[in-house]
Every structure is written in structure tokens, then in C-alpha cells.
């Protein structure tokens, strides 16, 4: 099993929005979010599951990842990526889950 916790922050969430492109304001814009029912800026599920597919281990032998999105992640979560086998879970420090239903394909 691997385990692996990462503190999100809103520099990484900021540079996660620059190299996707992906710059929709409820991940940039605090007054905005609020503005639209979030607690504030969150991060980009994508960014969640690129954290995950790292934990998994080497690129070159990942083969395939799946995950269901299971929660909102703001700035200051600490979530703890497990992979167990083929399955893989994300929590946050709540031990709320924020990824679930999680697979993992790797090349041996």
C-alpha cells in the first residue's frame, strides 16, 4: 500500500489553472465562488486526480486511471491519496472522502 498527503494550496490551484486552461473562476476568484454557494476558491478535480495518478506510481506504467469526483476541496486541505493494489482512495483530513470508486491499470 502507498499513502501520500498533500496540503492544497491556492499557488498550486493557480498554476494547475495556467497549465490546463482551465481558469473558470470558482478556482481563481474567492468572491466569485462565494458569489455562486462555494465556501470559496477550490480545486480543480482534475488536479486531484493528476495527484492521485502520481501517488500510482511511474507514468510510463500507468496504464489507465479512473475516479469519481466525491467532494469539494478548498485551499488548506490535507488529503491523503491511498493506493491499495488497484484501488485507490482520496480523503481529506475530515476523512471525508473527495475521490472514490478509484482504479488503477499498471504495467508490471
Do not use: W
Not at 498554476?15 to 482551465?22: K, R, T
Not at 482534475?46 to 502520481?54: E, N
Request: charged fraction near 20%; proline fraction near 6%; aromatic fraction near 4%.
Amino acid at each position: 500500500m502507498k499513502e501520500r498527503s498533500v496540503i492544497i494550496t491556492p499557488e498550486q490551484i493557480a498554476a494547475y489553472a495556467e497549465a490546463s486552461g482551465d481558469r473558470n473562476p470558482i478556482h481563481l476568484d474567492e468572491e466569485f465562488a462565494r458569489s455562486v454557494g462555494l465556501p470559496g476558491i477550490i480545486a480543480h478535480g482534475m488536479l486531484l486526480m493528476g495527484l492521485m495518478a502520481s501517488t500510482v506510481g511511474e507514468s510510463r506504467k500507468l496504464r489507465q486511471i479512473s475516479v469519481r469526483f466525491g467532494g469539494i476541496v478548498v485551499p488548506g486541505d490535507t488529503i491523503t491519496f491511498t493506493v491499495d493494489g488497484g484501488e485507490l482512495r482520496a480523503v481529506n483530513q475530515r476523512g471525508e472522502p473527495v475521490l472514490t470508486k478509484g482504479l488503477a491499470v499498471v504495467e508490471p
